[in-house]
């Protein structure tokens, strides 16, 4: 059991010190630390409580650390009810967390949305035929793709020229443009996308923005739900 233990710490500490990992595969990094670090935990504790012990005093302990243990994860789990039912939902569900809804009257197809724990809405995009995580920023004028990313999907990075000024949330960078074959939510698909290719190191996360949104035929907020109608 204290190999599971120490192995669930390493995966945890794993995703915190390489988030484009656990990005790839459609989940957030802290949501997946948190999960690896609270079993931890229950092995561990389990391991304490199941070894044997002769002295009284070494099992009046582990009593005394298991009703506090158990006293700790309920409150926990009780204070962060809404997060966790979140978190239970994702795992349950397309780790994308990205619905395709076909109105069958008119035929329309759209894309719906979840936000995640973090408050972004993350989808998974078909970029040139190739799949990555891009977070939805109504703010950025241009779809923006992460160095990595855009290597990902066949772009020749070495090529690029960074010419154009943005402004990221670790400051001010330079992007270089490019023109993306097909861009695809979903159902929802457009080709002849206008993009940009941020620097190495200066974007987390790619942002699907307006030259792709401003195509849509409308897209509407309505509480933890972003719906994209094509």
Same mark, same amino acid.
């Given at each position: 059991?204290?190999? $599971?233990?120490?192995?669930?710490?390493?995966? &945890?500490?794993?995703?915190?010190?390489?988030?484009?990992?656990? !990005?790839?595969?459609? +989940?957030?990094?802290?949501?997946?630390?948190?999960?690896?670090? &609270?079993?931890?935990?229950?092995?561990?504790?389990? +391991?304490?409580? =199941?070894?044997?012990?002769?002295?009284? $005093?070494? !099992?009046?302990?582990?009593?005394?650390?298991? /009703?506090?243990?158990?006293?700790?994860?309920?409150?926990?789990? $009780?204070?962060? !009810?809404?997060?966790?039912?979140?978190?239970?939902?994702?795992?349950?569900?397309?780790?994308?967390?990205?619905?395709?809804?076909?109105?069958?009257?008119?035929?329309?197809?759209?894309?719906?949305?979840?936000?995640?724990?973090n408050g972004h809405f993350v989808a998974k995009v078909q970029v040139n035929g190739a799949p990555i995580l891009m977070m939805v920023d109504t703010g950025a004028t241009s779809v923006v793709l992460r160095h990595t990313d855009a290597?990902?999907? &066949?772009?020749?990075?070495?090529?690029?020229?960074?010419? /154009?000024? /943005?402004?990221?949330?670790?400051?001010?960078?330079?992007?270089?443009? /490019?023109?993306?074959? =097909?861009?695809?939510?979903?159902?929802?698909?457009?080709?002849?996308?206008?993009?940009?290719?941020?620097?190495?190191?200066?974007?987390?996360?790619?942002?699907?923005?307006?030259?792709? +949104?401003?195509?849509?035929?409308?897209?509407?907020?309505?509480?933890?739900?972003?719906?994209?109608? &094509?």
């Amino acid at each position: 059991m204290l190999v $599971w233990f120490l192995l669930l710490l390493i995966a &945890g500490f794993g995703v915190l010190l390489r988030p484009d990992l656990s !990005r790839s595969a459609g +989940l957030d990094p802290t949501d997946i630390a948190m999960l690896a670090g &609270g079993l931890g935990l229950i092995v561990l504790i389990g +391991l304490l409580m =199941g070894r044997p012990s002769r002295s009284p $005093w070494t !099992r009046a302990l582990r009593q005394v650390i298991g /009703v506090g243990a158990l006293t700790l994860a309920v409150g926990t789990s $009780w204070s962060h !009810r809404d997060e966790l039912a979140q978190l239970a939902r994702k795992f349950a569900t397309d780790p994308s967390g990205t619905d395709v809804i076909e109105n069958q009257q008119t035929g329309e197809r759209s894309v719906r949305i979840r936000r995640r724990t973090n408050g972004h809405f993350v989808a998974k995009v078909q970029v040139n035929g190739a799949p990555i995580l891009m977070m939805v920023d109504t703010g950025a004028t241009s779809v923006v793709l992460r160095h990595t990313d855009a290597k990902q999907i &066949g772009i020749d990075v070495g090529r690029l020229k960074f010419t /154009v000024p /943005v402004r990221t949330a670790n400051g001010p960078a330079y992007a270089a443009p /490019v023109r993306l074959k =097909g861009l695809a939510v979903g159902s929802v698909r457009f080709e002849q996308i206008e993009a940009l290719v941020a620097q190495p190191g200066t974007l987390d996360q790619s942002l699907l923005g307006m030259s792709f +949104l401003s195509r849509l035929r409308s897209y509407e907020f309505t509480g933890d739900l972003l719906t994209l109608r &094509g």
